[in-house]
C-alpha cells in the first residue's frame, strides 16, 4: 500500500495563508465589478452616503431608463460593434501578416523590421502629425478613421512572433520537401494551429476598439457613426448640473442624483458585450497569451 503523506501543520498553515491571500486578491477584483452593478439601481443618496456596499438600497431603474431612452445608445452599440468587428479582422490579418515573416530566421531583415516596430512603442508621431496624415488621406468623418488607425500595434505583432517562433520548425521542411509553397503553409498548417493565438489578437482588437472614443472625438463630425462610449460620453456630459444661479438648489440636488445613477449605469451598459464574450474565448485567450510569452 501507498503511504499517504500526513500534513504537517506547517503545510496546513501554508495552505490557510496561500488560500486567504488568494480569496483576498479575488474580492479585491470581484468586489468593484459587483459594488457598480448594485449601485446602478440603487438610491443614489444611500450610496453616496455609504448605505450600499452589500445589497442594493432603494432600488430604482431611472438611470436606465434615461440612458435607453436616448434612441443614439442603439445607433451607439450599432457602430460599436461594426468598429469591433472590422478592427478584429483587419487587425488579426494586419498582426499575422507582420508576425509570422518576422518569426522566420531565413527572413532577411528581420531585426531591423523588429527594431523599427519595437521603437513604435516607446514613441509616436503626435496628434497633429496624425491627424494631418489622415485628413490628408481623406478619412476624416469616415469609419475607416476609427478603424486602421487603431487596428494593429506593436504589442500584439510581438506576442505573435512569439507564437509562431513555437511552430515545430519539422512541420515547414516537411512541407517544403513536399512542394508545398510559403501561402500554402500558412493557410494549411500555420493559421489551422493559431487559434489561440488568433483569439487573443481578437480580443485585443475588439477590447481596444470596443473601450475607444478618443479618436471618434476627434476625426468623426457626423454623430450617426458615433461608436457607443462617445454617445455615453455625451448622455453623462447632457445630464451635468448647468451651474447656473436660475437652477434652485432642489432641481441642483435632482441633477447630480440622475448623474450618480447615470454614472454607474454607463459602466455596465459599456462593459456588458465584453463580460459576455469573454468567456468563450476566455481557454484561447489564455493558452495564446502563455504560449506567446514563454519565449522570447
Not at 518569426?103 to 502629425?129: A, C, E, H, K, Q
Not at 489578437?201 to 470596443?210: C, E, P, T
Request: aromatic fraction near 14%; charge should be positive; proline fraction near 4%.
Amino acid at each position: 500500500m501507498i503511504a499517504i503523506k500526513q500534513k504537517t501543520r506547517s503545510d496546513i498553515l501554508f495552505d490557510v495563508t496561500n488560500y486567504t491571500i488568494l480569496i483576498g486578491f479575488a474580492l479585491l477584483i470581484i468586489y468593484p465589478l459587483y459594488f457598480i452593478a448594485i449601485a446602478s439601481f440603487s438610491d443614489p443618496n444611500k450610496v453616496n452616503s455609504g448605505g450600499v456596499w452589500l445589497f442594493p438600497q432603494g432600488i430604482t431603474f431611472e438611470g436606465y431608463k434615461r440612458i435607453f431612452s436616448d434612441g443614439a445608445i442603439w445607433m451607439g452599440y450599432r457602430n460599436s460593434i461594426l468598429y469591433a468587428a472590422l478592427s478584429a479582422v483587419i487587425g488579426s490579418i494586419l498582426a499575422i501578416m507582420a508576425a509570422y515573416p518576422l518569426s522566420r530566421r531565413d527572413f532577411y531583415g528581420g531585426p531591423i523590421f523588429m527594431t523599427f516596430f519595437t521603437i513604435t512603442l516607446f514613441f509616436n508621431g503626435g496628434l497633429i502629425p496624425t491627424y494631418l496624415l489622415v485628413r490628408d488621406l481623406g478619412l476624416v468623418n469616415t469609419i475607416w478613421s476609427v478603424v486602421l488607425i487603431s487596428a494593429v500595434d506593436a504589442f500584439v505583432i510581438i506576442v505573435a512572433r512569439t507564437f509562431f517562433q513555437g511552430l515545430p520548425e519539422e512541420i515547414r521542411e516537411a512541407a517544403n520537401i513536399d512542394g508545398c509553397t510559403n501561402l500554402r503553409y500558412i493557410w494549411s498548417f500555420v493559421l489551422p494551429l493559431s487559434k489561440p493565438i488568433i483569439a487573443v489578437l481578437v480580443l485585443f482588437a475588439v477590447v481596444r476598439q470596443w473601450n475607444g472614443f478618443f479618436d471618434a472625438l476627434i476625426y468623426l463630425d457626423d454623430s450617426d457613426k458615433y461608436p457607443l462610449q462617445l454617445i455615453l460620453r455625451n448622455i453623462l456630459i447632457q445630464n451635468q448640473p448647468s451651474g447656473n444661479l436660475v437652477d434652485d438648489l432642489q432641481t441642483a440636488l435632482e441633477k447630480q442624483r440622475i448623474v450618480s445613477l447615470i454614472k454607474y449605469g454607463v459602466i455596465i451598459v459599456a462593459a456588458l458585450p465584453l463580460l459576455i464574450l469573454y468567456p468563450f474565448l476566455q481557454r484561447f485567450f489564455v493558452q495564446g497569451v502563455f504560449i506567446g510569452s514563454v519565449k522570447g
